[in-house]
Every structure is written in structure tokens, then in C-alpha cells.
Antibody, heavy 117, light 107 residues
Framework: EVQLVESGGSLVQPGGSLKLSCVAS????????MDWVRQTPGKSLEWIGE????????NYAPSIKDRFTISRDNAKSTLYLQMSNVKSDDTAIYYC??????????WGQGVMVTVSS | DIQMTQSPSSLPASLGERVTISCRAS??????LNWYQQKPDGTIKPLIY???NLQSGVPSRFSGSGSGTDYSLTISSLEPEDFAMYYC?????????FGGGTKLELK
């Protein structure tokens, strides 16, 4: 059974940093592109970025503006999201997702990040 | 970015009813349109990819159609577990974008 389990969410002050993790199981992690998607309170879903299978290529949403970094450790089947210089608008539930050719075919349960002083 | 507009934002319906949710893209997306279901506990599940292809395990009462800029998700006969949020998403152009969501609720 495919599972994606995020962790690392917390309360962080504006301008601070936070690193989210997503541990994958039930499939060959190194064979898939992985993405992060977030959902702000009461709003829709926003794609944040993606990373290719070996971690050599990343793409980000323009709105992120170099503040976030996606990485992966295939030996640990783990995806990461390093968040820096966070703002109140970054308050959201962050989902780890697997991309399979056409769509995001598996999602984690999500982890809450709250940016507040 | 391609803007995705869903309608309606809220859809009251009854068990056994046939419902349709619409999704309009701000420009043509060549059938690169996916649908997702989100339950109240936050769990997100893919339903349909590339306009009309059902994901594995999705009941046949779900169907998708459309072309160009206009797409739709139809549920032929509502079951209790279908009351949830639904989102469309385009994968035709970077960055991928989602619709604002449709809340399907029990009338």
C-alpha cells in the first residue's frame, strides 16, 4: 500500500524557517517525480513545486520566489520542503504528492504550518 | 498562469441524484484536466485524469468530459460517501493550477 506521511509542521514566526519531511512507502520512491501542494485556510489548492527522480531538477511556483527548496533522499525514501523567510500567507496545510504521468495519484494526509508572531 | 474556474462553488443535492460540476480554463488545455475529491478530514483522492479516465478503484458512477476550455465531472447517482469537496486541475501549462473547488453537500 502506497503511503506518504508528512511531518515537521508547527507554529513559526514571520521571517523564520521550517523543514517539512515526507516519508514514502509502498512503492519505489526513486522512480517518481514528487511534488508539494498546499491548501490555505478556506481556500483552494496551490502547487508549490516538484523534484525529479534523482533530485537533480526542481521547478517552483513563481509565487514562492526562491524562499522554498525541495529536495529528496532516495536512500531514505524521503521528500523535503525547506521553507525560509516565511510569511503569514504561507500559513497552510502542506501536502506531499506523487506525480504519475498525468496527475497527482497519491497524497499524504497533510501537515499544518502556521506563521504567526 | 492558467486560471481554473469551477461552478458552482456549492451544490446541494440528494441521494440518488445526478449532478454535474463544471470547470472552465482561461485558455485551452487540450484535455489535460484532472479531478480530485477531498473529504472533510482532509484526505485527497484522485478521481479522473486526462478529462475522462477513471483512476483505479473509482466507481463507474463518476465520469468526466469536455474539451478546449470547458470540462465537467458528473456523478450519475449520488451515494453518501460522495458528499465532499471536488477540485479540477490543469496540467497543460506550467505551473499546474487548481480550480477553487465545489462543495457537494446533502440537501
Amino acid at each position: 500500500e502506497v503511503q506518504l506521511v508528512e511531518s515537521g509542521g508547527s507554529l513559526v514566526q514571520p521571517g523564520g524557517s521550517l523543514k517539512l519531511s515526507c516519508v514514502a512507502s509502498g512503492f519505489t520512491f526513486s522512480n517518481y517525480w514528487m511534488d508539494w501542494v498546499r491548501q490555505t485556510p478556506g481556500k483552494s489548492l496551490e502547487w508549490i513545486g516538484e523534484i525529479n527522480t534523482d533530485g537533480s531538477k526542481t521547478n517552483y511556483a513563481p509565487s514562492i520566489k526562491d524562499r522554498f527548496t525541495i529536495s529528496r533522499d532516495n536512500a531514505k525514501s524521503t521528500l523535503y520542503l525547506q521553507m525560509s523567510n516565511v510569511k503569514s500567507d504561507d500559513t497552510a496545510i502542506y501536502y506531499c504528492t506523487r506525480f504519475d504521468r498525468e496527475d497527482f495519484d497519491y497524497w499524504g494526509q497533510g501537515v499544518m504550518v502556521t506563521v504567526s508572531s | 498562469d492558467i486560471q481554473m474556474t469551477q461552478s458552482p462553488s456549492s451544490l446541494p443535492a440528494s441521494l440518488g441524484e445526478r449532478v454535474t460540476i463544471s470547470c472552465r480554463a482561461s485558455q485551452g488545455i487540450s484535455n489535460n484536466l484532472n479531478w480530485y475529491q477531498q473529504k472533510p478530514d482532509g484526505t485527497i483522492k484522485p478521481l479522473i485524469y486526462y478529462t475522462s479516465n477513471l483512476q483505479s478503484g473509482v466507481p463507474s458512477r463518476f465520469s468526466g468530459s469536455g474539451s478546449g476550455t470547458d470540462y465537467s465531472l458528473t456523478i450519475s447517482s449520488l451515494e453518501p460517501e460522495d458528499f465532499a469537496m471536488y477540485y479540477c486541475q490543469q496540467d497543460a501549462s506550467f505551473p499546474p493550477t487548481f480550480g477553487g473547488g465545489t462543495k457537494l453537500e446533502l440537501k
